[in-house]
């Protein structure tokens, strides 16, 4: 069952693949949703523990928020994957059975590289960010910790998904407060993010499948 799930939601992401540049609509919202929503069944279904199962169900809600247009929906998906991102720390240090900070000792050049990257975001996001400066601060620690919290955990399919969906949420960040609507790049941006954070997803979730 796992495995048949996994299969349907990669097929329903692929069919929002082309549908990423697209304007808001229900459908569009739902073929969105779909496929983390089916990884978070498969999860449960393989029996992986709740704390993925529950990461992969707010991912998914979060989907639906950044599938909508406007400040509420937004906020609304932002904070559903801020809250995934907690879930998936505790995920990651219940495997690891390791503290955050431990991140410096197993893998320092990592967790150096990712904290650059937070600081970082300051100059080149924050102040391009408006009204939702402080929310997306706060976004910018708690997926910044869940990396850490991956490195917690010895190299495997879990931490370069966590990779992944860092990175992915890097491209969206430049894509949603850097890039105008005309951009020539903008449809390929919204290609790498869907495609990285889907990748990034199913990487953890086959990683916590593996055990």
Request: neutral net charge; hydrophobic residues 60%.
């Amino acid at each position: 069952m796992s495995n048949l799930l996994m299969i349907l939601g990669l097929m329903c992401a692929a069919a929002y693949l082309p549908l990423t540049s697209a304007s808001a609509s229900w459908s569009r919202s739902i073929i969105k949703t779909v496929p983390v929503l089916a990884f978070s069944f498969a999860a449960y279904a393989g029996g992986v523990g709740p704390f993925l199962v529950a990461a992969l169900f707010l991912s998914a809600l979060g989907d639906f928020g950044l599938s909508r247009d406007g400040d509420g929906p937004f906020l609304y998906g932002l904070s559903a994957f801020a809250l995934a991102h907690l879930v998936y720390i505790l995920h990651f240090m219940s495997v690891s059975n390791a503290p955050l900070w431990d991140a410096f000792s197993s893998a320092p050049v990592a967790a150096i590289i990712l904290v650059a990257l937070m600081v970082s975001t300051e100059l080149w996001l924050a102040t391009h960010t408006g009204h939702l400066q402080w929310p997306v601060r706060i976004y910018v620690v708690i997926i910044g910790a869940m990396g850490l919290a991956a490195l917690t955990l010895p190299f495997g399919w879990m931490v370069i998904g966590a990779v992944l969906f860092i990175v992915s949420d890097v491209i969206l960040a430049i894509n949603l407060f850097r890039m105008s609507d005309t951009h020539h790049h903008r449809m390929k941006a919204g290609y790498a993010v869907w495609t990285l954070y889907v990748a990034g997803q199913v990487l953890i979730l086959w990683g916590g499948m593996l055990g």
